[in-house]
């Protein structure tokens, strides 16, 4: 049996029921490169009875065996990467020679790649594997613009916008439908973008946007001023809508300076005074109109 420490050797030999110890030291040519390098043993030639030999022996520094292997992905309108094939097992910053080449395209495709090189080179004994760029389908994004119009208006044109395209590509390369959520009511409609995920060389993905309905400014109301001598009939305020069907209703301003609901019909006075008063037109789809008048009664003219 034999131990090592720092380089030094030993050797317990047993024999005859006795069991007796040998000292040696081992040491080799420098070098690392492949090739044959002598083994050289010393130490004493008689050592506890008896008499040692010391012959040199061979370290075998054998090539290593690394791989060439072809094969990459990128999206269509990249440049091709930096590498079309990869090495492994060298050592350190050992290197070898080689020569790549695809075969030429740029549309979304597998495209063969050749790899060749000397098999053997220095310390290594190279292997090559071909492959395959493959071209895969480049992202692009359609989103539909936002876009708004006051209710009663026409919609506007419904548009959308296109990222991503590669190599000058015209936008008519993609291809897709617009639409938009139904109603036309003052509110917020989805406005939908669709179409095929793949097309050439895209792979598309679609992003709606929002349409939305505004109040309208057109509503208007108009207080009636009335004037009536004391005595006469009650003197009814009232107002007019520029639409018919919205709804009117009043509030009085009081003495304090407050205004307070009436009701929904127009205030009325007998006696004598004036009154400011406020009608407010309502209609869903228009924003609310306000406009101020006043009922006055002045006193009645007797002759005593």
């Known amino acids: 049996s034999a131990g090592e420490t720092e380089g030094r050797y030993t050797v317990t ?14 040491s080799r040519a420098d070098g690392e490169n492949v090739g ?26 054998h090539r290593k065996g690394i791989s060439v292997t072809a094969g ?32 030429p395209g740029e549309d979304v495709d597998t495209y063969p790649i050749t790899v060749i090189g000397e098999t053997v080179q220095g310390n290594y004994e190279v292997s090559y594997t071909q492959g395959y760029l493959t071209i895969q389908r480049a992202p692009v994004r359609v989103t539909a613009e936002d876009a708004s119009k006051a209710y009663g208006e026409n919609d506007p044109e419904l ?5 991503g395209l590669k190599n000058n590509d015209a936008e008519t390369v993609i291809s897709f439908e617009m639409s938009r959520e139904e109603g036309e009511n003052v509110g917020t409609y989805a406005i939908n973008v669709t179409g095929d995920e793949t097309q050439g060389n895209y792979k598309v993905q679609f992003n709606n946007g929002t349409l939305t309905v505004t109040d309208s400014k057109a509503l208007t109301v108009t207080a009636v001023n009335y004037n009536s001598t004391y005595d006469a009939e009650a003197h009814n305020g009232g107002g007019e809508a520029s639409i018919d069907d919205a709804t009117l209703t009043y509030s009085v301003k009081g003495e304090d300076g407050e205004w307070s609901d009436w009701s929904e019909t127009a205030p009325s006075i007998k006696d004598v005074g004036t009154v400011e008063y406020k009608v407010k037109a309502s209609l869903d789809n228009y924003e609310d109109a306000v406009d101020k008048g006043t009922l006055t009664v002045t006193p009645k003219t007797v002759t005593v």
């Open 13 to 26: 030999i047993t024999a005859n029921g006795s069991t007796s110890v040998l000292n040696f030291s081992a």
């Open 36 to 61: 044959d390098y002598t083994i050289t043993p010393s130490g004493d030639s008689s050592q506890a009875g008896y008499r040692v030999l010391y012959e040199p022996g061979t370290l075998t520094i």
């Open 72 to 103: 990459a992905v990128k999206y269509y309108g990249d440049d091709d990467p930096e590498s079309l094939a990869g090495v492994e097992g060298l050592a350190g910053d050992d290197t070898i020679r080689y020569t790549v080449s695809r075969e």
């Open 159 to 163: 548009t959308a916008i296109i990222e």
